[in-house]
């Protein structure tokens, strides 16, 4: 007998747990599709919140001051010779011959060159006939004047008369002393005839030659003849003042000469201006060096390289880029990046300036990380973000301290 249809009584109805459950998972399933959105929105809000703080601080680059050799000081110096003098005529006349060319040795008193003086020959001379002349006369008016000196002991001629005879004596002998100083001039004037060293030395320079015409006086921009004793140099050399008070007696320099670059020389310290010049602003030094064997020339550029270690010569400077120096009212100064990433301003003093570079006398340390360029407006207390150098991440260095 075939099946018959239910009647719509009789159709199944739908259990109210199993809703109870379907309503509690698709609930579950909103709360959440809700809750991640909400932790979406809410991360996104936070890194959008820390890119604006990160876009906020300023990033800038550091660098750690460098330090040269601990005490040392490089300064350029010049050499001269230990004696050196110019020599000059004293008469007039032709230059006969000369004895000394350039870099011969000479001694003291050698003659380096003869000049022929006719003139002063010929006014010798006639000094000569005026000294005889002037001591005839004096002869003379000393016999008149012993002779009216009787008289005027015998009442035979006034005393007036004998005291004007003993005027003239005294007028004559002046005369005669005077010719004879003319004569003992112009002697000395033909001795000058012989151009000599006035030490041992070298002739360093000869501007002068064979029947030249010699001007005594004449304000000759440059000598006949120049010697130089090269057996000792003299080595000059200008300290800075913020430097000065390194310098110590006894002090040994080092040094080198553009024509002698692999060689290493000594001087030492003989004695200080104790002055600071005040166009330069340096002290000048001098010291000495033993030249004896000959192998440095006066007036050669060197460059000395002082030790200051030892008792005032105080801390080793340390060097920074001059792009990270600031201008203040106050002075000059640095920014340093310290802990939490908060800026330091720091006063310092400029030791010496190379340019690219300044070596800085106090105000940081070695360990200092200090701005490279650094912004005008930077003040105490900012925060940065620190890029240090390549070779420092390597190292190990954070990014950030």
């Known amino acids: 007998m075939p099946d018959t249809p239910p009647s719509p009584t009789e159709l199944p109805r739908t259990d109210p747990r199993r809703l109870r459950r379907a309503g509690l998972v698709i609930g579950a399933a909103l709360l959440v599709v809700l809750g991640a959105g909400t932790a979406t929105r809410l991360a996104a809000r936070q890194d959008l919140a820390a890119a604006t703080r990160d876009n906020a601080t300023p990033s800038v680059n550091v660098v750690r001051p460098a330090g040269g050799e601990a005490g040392a000081l490089v300064l350029p110096g010049r050499l001269q010779a230990w004696a050196q003098a110019p020599v000059y005529a004293r008469t007039d006349g032709y230059l006969r011959r000369w004895y000394a060319d350039i870099g011969t040795p000479v001694k003291a008193g050698q003659v380096l060159a003869e000049i022929d003086a006719p003139e002063v020959d010929q006014q010798l001379a006639a000094a000569n006939a005026a000294l005889a002349t002037a001591q005839a006369q004096r002869d003379l008016s000393a016999v008149t004047a012993a002779r009216w000196e009787r008289l005027v002991e015998l009442n035979a001629v006034s005393r007036q008369a004998a005291d004007e005879r003993r005027g003239d004596l005294a007028a004559r002998e002046a005369m005669r002393n005077e010719a004879q100083a003319n004569v003992q001039r112009l002697r000395a004037l033909t001795g ?120 005032g010569a105080g801390a080793a400077p340390l060097r920074v880029p001059s792009s990270a120096l600031l201008f203040r009212k106050e002075g000059t100064a640095v920014a340093v990046v310290g802990p939490g990433d908060r800026v330091q301003v720091r006063p310092v003093r400029i030791a010496r300036d190379f340019g690219a570079s300044l070596e800085l006398a106090g105000g940081i340390g070695a360990a200092d990380w200090v701005v490279n360029n650094p912004p005008d407006s930077i003040a105490d207390g900012d925060l940065v973000r620190p890029v240090r150098p390549q070779n420092a991440a390597k190292a190990g260095a954070p990014a950030r301290s």
Do not use: C, H, W
């Open 192 to 311: 000058f005839r012989r151009i000599v060293a006035p030490f041992d030395g070298v002739v360093t320079s000869r501007d002068v030659d064979v029947g030249a015409l010699i001007a005594a006086g004449d304000g000759r921009a440059t000598p006949l003849f120049t010697v130089a004793d090269t057996r000792k140099l003299r080595l000059y050399v200008s300290v800075p003042q913020s430097l000065a008070a390194g310098i110590r007696p006894g002090l040994t320099a080092r040094f080198t000469t553009p024509d002698q670059p692999d060689q290493v020389f000594e001087a030492q310290l003989v004695r200080s201006a104790d002055a600071v010049d005040a166009q330069s602003g340096a002290m000048l030094v001098q010291l000495v060096f033993d030249n004896s064997a000959g192998r440095l020339k006066p007036g050669a550029y060197a460059q000395v390289t002082l030790d200051l270690q030892g008792p």
